[in-house]
């Protein structure tokens, strides 16, 4: 009888012809060049001089010691990972090639319950896993670790959609509060005291650490020290509504010196205008709806539904920075703050039983509140 090959001999030689005709070859190093080129190019798209100014809030520029510790870990553990992976990617070409299919090669060596090759694979995972926990717990620990008794404490609490600060001065007799604008001092430490009255939010300023959630009948702590002077952009990271991509702030760190000036300038009630179109919008504001959610020190206003407005034109946004503060964006927000901010509990004008004629006086007056 005539001897034939089996069919999985035959197929695996019409394969290998395939794969070895020059057109397949040539398009094969084209794919693997283009995938070659994909990391550098992703590399080189993240480089950049100014890349603070087109992504504020980036991660990899820390700027407290809270932040650095973990900064340094996740780059620990990256390097980690790519140490690891590169020792894997290179042990597989090794074994692709060297025990590739040859059609008149012998059938290799079969291995079975290797004792020490099974001891190799559970330990090495192992050890590599502590090599990663370990500055993991550290790191946990650092970023937990209570207040010292110099740190200046702030209570946040969590709206919908804006974020209120308080500072405990005059040895706790009295409260600054303001908003959206956190203001600290570089080279002391800062406990954050996070608290929400309605739903989760998670506050985050990336530049100063990583995220902590703000949960109803809750309190949760961050502490840190900044490092540098300097506009931090943040924003709520926990869904929570309507406007939660629209619940943003600034944390400004600043030296001791500017940071006790405004801290004492908060403090004090608002001055009196002397100018007639500000006293008439003084005038509306305390008569309006206005006085039943807003506080201005030194005023009959003192409801505590909305943010308070004592130092309001020192801010350098409004409606929870969405927008600068400025006369237009001012006046914008008082016509029609929901169409601006959907599910805003400010109300429109109507509502506000605020005129159109009347809107420039108002916006005279909040802006003159320094």
Not at 61 to 77: H, S
Request: aromatic share 8%; glycine share 8%.
């Amino acid at each position: 009888m005539k001897s034939t090959e089996s069919l999985p001999a035959r197929r695996m030689e019409t394969l290998a012809a395939a794969a070895g005709s020059p057109g397949r070859t040539a398009r094969a190093r084209r794919w693997l060049g283009a995938l070659g080129a994909l990391p550098v190019l992703l590399f080189l798209a993240a480089c950049g001089p100014d890349h603070l100014k087109h992504y504020p809030q980036t991660t990899f520029a820390p700027t407290t010691d809270y932040a650095l510790e973990q900064d340094w870990l996740f780059r620990y553990v990256l390097i980690m990972g790519v140490v690891v992976g590169i020792i894997v990617f290179v042990a597989v070409g090794y074994i692709l090639f060297k025990f590739r299919h040859r059609p008149d090669g012998a059938e290799p060596a079969q291995t079975h319950g290797n004792t020490t090759l099974e001891l190799a694979w559970t330990l090495i995972p192992a050890v590599i896993l502590a090599f990663i926990a370990v500055p993991t717990v550290r790191a946990i620990f650092i970023t937990q670790a209570p207040a010292s008794a110099s740190a200046l404490h702030v209570t946040v609490m969590g709206k919908q959609w804006w974020w209120q600060f308080k500072y405990a001065v005059n040895g706790g007799r009295d409260t600054v509060t303001t908003a959206n604008e956190i203001h600290v001092p570089v080279g002391q430490q800062v406990e954050l005291t996070l608290k929400s009255d309605n739903v989760l939010h998670s506050f985050w300023v990336p530049q100063m650490g990583g995220k902590r959630d703000l949960i109803p009948n809750r309190d949760n702590k961050l502490v840190f020290t900044p490092k540098e002077p300097g506009v931090y952009y943040g924003q709520c990271a926990e869904f929570c509504g309507d406007s939660h991509a629209l619940m943003r702030m600034r944390l400004i760190a600043e030296t001791p010196a500017d940071f006790q000036r405004w801290l004492n300038n908060e403090a004090s009630p608002a001055a009196e205008p002397t100018d007639s179109a500000v006293m008439l919008g003084k005038q509306l504001v305390t008569s309006k709806p206005c006085v039943g959610c807003h506080t201005i020190k030194g005023t009959v206003m003192a409801g505590v539904t909305g943010p308070n407005l004592t130092h309001f034109a020192r801010r350098r946004t409004l409606a929870a920075g969405i927008m600068d503060n400025n006369a237009t964006n001012l006046g914008r927000w008082l016509r029609n703050a929901p169409h601006v901010k959907p599910g805003s509990k400010m109300p429109d004008m109507p509502t506000l039983n605020l005129k159109e004629e009347e809107v420039p006086y108002v916006v005279a007056y909040l802006q003159s509140l320094q």
